[in-house]
């Protein structure tokens, strides 16, 4: 087990899939844990039950990440719930999939502003909280570094844009002894991509592996890089795809 013991960590679109597991895996590790989520307070409160349930503390914070002033207060209220911030896990996104020629505009700028704007503006109002250790660690995607079938080019884009991000904030934190990664999963079953939907089959053809990941598995990159034991990893990505794109 990972010791995490008095650090305080913030999960963006913690409520459900791989958010929800990053969350509940950072509390079992030690950390006392606040996300954040949009509409379903069911599954928040699910999710803050089973963080209470390790004895560490829980915050759900009702948040659109494509809101800059929701961005900002939930920081602040992290902050104030946990007395602090140690880790930032930017994990809310969402998808796109069709081709460019039929993208809709609101749909183009609500991707840039959920998937690329608010990681950036999260990291903003975090870094301020940040001490020596700290760590953010952002969510991308496999499709970010390579696109194997069409249909979900801007989605990809959006990913993409996360791997500059990593490496730039890098350079700027590490004076400060803060460490910034990028996680990318590949094909992860959960409720927005199940690995018995209509497309499983070929998704899973895709890898070496020859299945889908689980949310845990990559839950479980997130707390090794939130740890001590990645206190030299900075500016790096670490896919984990099942050999998508190996």
Do not use: W
């Not at 599954?43 to 390790?54: D, L, M, Q, V």
């Not at 759900?60 to 809101?67: P, R, V, Y």
């Not at 690329?116 to 250790?133: D, I, N, T, W, Y």
């Not at 490496?167 to 002894?177: A, I, K, W």
């Amino acid at each position: 087990m990972i010791d995490l013991k008095g650090k305080r960590a913030l999960v963006t679109g913690g409520s459900r899939g791989i958010g929800a597991a990053i969350a509940l895996a950072l509390a079992e590790n030690g950390a006392d844990v606040a996300f954040t989520y949009q509409r379903s307070a069911e599954r928040a409160e699910s999710t803050a039950a089973s963080i209470a349930a390790t004895g560490r503390r829980a915050r759900a914070i009702q948040a659109d990440s494509a809101d800059p002033q929701a961005i900002t207060r939930s920081i602040r209220e992290c902050v104030e719930t946990l007395g602090g911030l140690d880790i930032l896990v930017n994990s809310a996104a969402i998808g796109h999939a069709g081709p460019i020629a039929d993208i809709d505009l609101n749909e183009f700028q609500a991707l840039l502003d959920v998937n690329v704007r608010a990681p950036v503006l999260f990291a903003k109002a975090a870094v301020p909280h940040l001490g020596e250790g700290g760590r953010i660690i952002t969510i991308g995607s496999s499709l970010g570094e390579r696109v194997p079938f069409p249909g979900v080019t801007a989605y990809a884009m959006s990913k993409a844009a996360l791997s500059s991000f990593t490496r730039g904030l890098s350079r700027e934190l590490g004076p400060q002894g803060i460490t910034v990664n990028l996680v990318q999963p590949g094909s992860v079953d959960t409720d927005a991509n199940p690995a018995d939907g209509a497309a499983a089959d070929f998704q899973r053809s895709l890898t070496s592996l020859g299945r889908f990941g689980e949310p845990r598995e990559i839950a479980n990159v997130v707390v090794f890089l939130a740890s001590s034991a990645a206190s030299i990893i900075t500016g790096a990505t670490l896919t984990a795809d099942g050999g998508a794109i190996a």
